[in-house]
């Protein structure tokens, strides 16, 4: 688990820190001396460090130097007396994360800590996410660390094996089809895809039932459908809320009798498939207001899922996006970009509208570098609350450091808030000033 090295000489201040920080549950190693925290020290490791700025021997200051060496990104907060903030400030210049001033509230440190943490867990998992991409590590559409994927991949594994019709429930771009190939899996025959929209009235019967030679004009041999065609696999009817409502009727009728009849024909011929049917439209609804036949509804609704939206499962956007860019690099010859934590963050609090289909066209953008046409309008309109409030925050800030020649004393006097306030959210905006 992720903690806290320590560095704090005085051995009374070293007691009443540790204390404080594992109160908040946080971990913490402490020692005495910088040599020994130099030691625990590598590029790979996952939290952070607080250090008082005079020790004994070496300073905290010399020990922030050593510490950027070992790695630029690894945050190091520093713990001052009072003569020596303008020190702090200079080092937080010179690439420090944070400085807490003696004396300090517990409270504040921890706040300070758990921030500087969730900053080196964000760039260790961009680094581990970069190394998989450049590796080719395949990244699965299944895989995830949320709970809504665990729960797809549970229902995968339960009802994959057994043959059931299935009913997917999602917003446009989620993955319906993705999950319905998912459960096809180990199936013996083939995977077809049909989409309701898109298939004529008209047409419906002879592509999906098949027909007879002779059975209209320009039918001169025997042609099988959909449904006969996929004996031992998957008939994957997309979109099927646009399905008429006289052809609801047919299609009730062939999953209730597993079977169908050639247009033209009087046979009955036996299917053998399992049938996924996927709506992005609520179709109990769409049953009540009698849009959509309730009867069907009733038969495919038996075994149902529902697609979390992209934004509900932000966790996985990472290895999502991981793949695709893996995708797009082999479609295109292009090599990996590079993107820093920072801009990760930002695109896992995006509203995402078309989900994971949206995402897949990002990563193309990413591979080919024109992902600059995806910036977030300028009010932060198609952003979560707590972010377009992050937007504002940010240009007053900048604003005011402007106005102020980026004199972050008279930005703050100015503002109306302490310096070391303004200091603290400069630092988390990554907006410089002086």
Not at 109 to 116: D, E, F, G, S, Y
Not at 248 to 268: M, T, Y
């Amino acid at each position: 688990m992720p903690g806290v090295l320590l560095i704090e000489d005085e051995a009374s201040v070293r007691l009443a820190t540790v204390q404080s920080l594992k109160l908040a549950q946080l971990p913490v190693n402490a020692v005495e001396t910088m040599e020994e925290a130099l030691d625990q020290l590598t590029p790979e490791f996952d939290g952070v460090v607080v250090s008082d700025v005079r020790l004994p021997g070496r300073s905290g200051l010399e020990l922030l130097a050593e510490a950027q060496r070992i790695d630029r990104e690894l945050p190091v907060i520093l713990v001052t007396g009072h003569g020596d903030v303008a020190m702090a400030v200079q080092a937080m210049r010179d690439g420090a994360y944070d400085f807490v001033e003696k004396p300090f509230r517990p409270d504040h440190l921890v706040a300070v800590v758990k921030r500087a943490l969730d900053k080196r867990r964000l760039v260790l998992e961009n680094r581990r996410l970069q190394d998989r991409v450049r590796s080719g590590e395949e990244v699965h559409l299944l895989l995830g660390e949320g709970v809504a994927m665990q729960r797809l991949r549970q229902f995968v594994a339960t009802i994959g094996p057994s043959g059931a019709d299935v009913l997917i429930n999602g917003e446009t771009g989620t993955g319906k089809e993705v999950l319905a190939r998912a459960l096809h899996a180990g199936s013996s025959g083939p995977f077809v895809a049909i989409n309701c929209a898109a298939l004529p009235e008209t047409m419906f019967e002879s592509e999906m039932f098949g027909h007879e030679a002779g059975a209209f004009t320009g039918a001169q041999k025997r042609r099988i459908g959909k449904f006969e065609y996929a004996r031992g696999g998957t008939v994957f009817l997309d979109e099927l809320e646009s399905m008429p409502l006289a052809l609801q009727a047919k299609l009730l009728r062939v999953l209730q009798e597993r079977c169908v009849e050639r247009l033209g024909g009087n046979a009955s011929v036996p299917i053998d498939c399992r049938v996924v049917c996927a709506s992005k439209a609520d179709l109990a609804e769409m049953s009540a207001q009698g849009r959509f036949r309730a009867d069907l509804y009733y038969r495919i609704a038996t075994v149902n899922v529902d697609l979390p939206p992209l934004r509900s499962h932000a966790e996985d956007i990472p290895l999502l996006l991981a793949h695709f860019v893996q995708q797009a690099c082999r479609r295109y010859q292009r090599p990996v970009p590079d993107w820093t934590a920072q801009q990760m963050d930002e695109w896992r609090a995006r509203a995402w509208p078309g989900n994971v289909r949206e995402l897949k066209a990002f990563a193309e953008r990413l591979v080919l570098g024109v992902a600059g046409a995806d910036a977030a309008p300028a009010d932060g309109s198609a952003l979560p609350l707590p972010k377009r409030l992050e937007l504002i925050e940010k240009r007053l800030l900048r604003e005011a450091l402007a106005a102020a020649d980026g004199q972050v004393a008279l930005a703050a006097e100015r503002l109306g808030i302490p310096k070391k306030t303004l200091y603290d959210k400069l630092k988390r905006f990554e907006i410089e000033g002086r």
